[in-house]
């Protein structure tokens, strides 16, 4: 297994795409930590992975708390080793119209979207330039590319997340370290399913490729990206959205 005695911490990991993340992690070899608010949903994961032969364990994160963020890290570093692989797939939307959304809004989509994977990628990286080596995936977004309706608050943040990536693959080349993102277009996900029929066909027009993502299609690529057979990949953002945007 390509992944065997590497530990990954997923965050957001406890549904949509950070579970199915987690568990193709798991398969390939990792002790996956799946980090979440939601501790009981993570530790449900984390059991379900061990019960079909993997290696999981969860933990409560909060990813805008600095405190919490570094906490969580020497706590794994402490209880396994130090991270080798970081997917920073946390994320929230609060959808409005720019003119009439509310400070509170965009605030909490950029402190989770952007500064949680800043305050994530940070600790990682410390942790991962002691180590000269390791492994950073960002979950940016489609619409952090080409905007979106109602979304200027969670665009932004894709936005900088792509920013982040780029940045920090430059600082980090040099240790080992390679910072990649995916920005999947739109994955069939708990998200996505509460959709109108008719705006979910919509969409499904507006995509070469005529269907909807799925999650595991974001977990196989960010697979490949930790792995050895992206080695010489980095500073990249993965348009992975069936031809939606080219």
Known sequence: MELKDKVALVTGGAQGIGRTISEE????GAH??????????AQARAEAINNSGGS??????DVSNATEVREVFDFIMKDKKPVDI????????????????????WDLVLNINLKGS????????????????????????????????????????KAGVI????????????????????????????????????VRQKLIEQIPLARLGLPEDVARCVNFLVSDKSSYI?????????????
Not at 56 to 61: F, L, M, Q, R, T
Not at 175 to 188: E, L, Q, S, W, Y
């Open 25 to 28: 992690l798991a398969r390939a």
């Open 32 to 41: 996956v930590v799946l980090g979440d608010v939601n501790l009981e949903g």
């Open 56 to 61: 999981a364990s969860a933990v409560k994160i």
């Open 86 to 105: 970081l997917v920073n797939n946390a994320g929230i939307t609060r959808d409005g119209l720019m003119v009439r959304m509310k400070e509170s809004d």
């Open 118 to 157: 800043f305050l994530c990628s940070q600790q990682a990286a410390k942790q991962m330039m002691k180590q000269k080596s390791g492994a950073i995936v960002n979950i940016a977004s489609i619409v952090g590319v080409m905007g979106n309706f109602g979304q200027a608050n969670y665009s932004a943040s």
């Open 163 to 198: 920013g982040l990536t780029k940045t920090l693959a430059r600082e980090v080349a040099s240790r080992g370290i390679r910072v990649n993102a995916i920005a999947p277009g739109f994955i069939d996900t708990e998200m996505t399913r509460v959709l109108d029929e008719e």
């Open 234 to 246: 980095t500073g990249q953002v993965i348009n992975l959205n069936g031809g939606m945007l080219m």
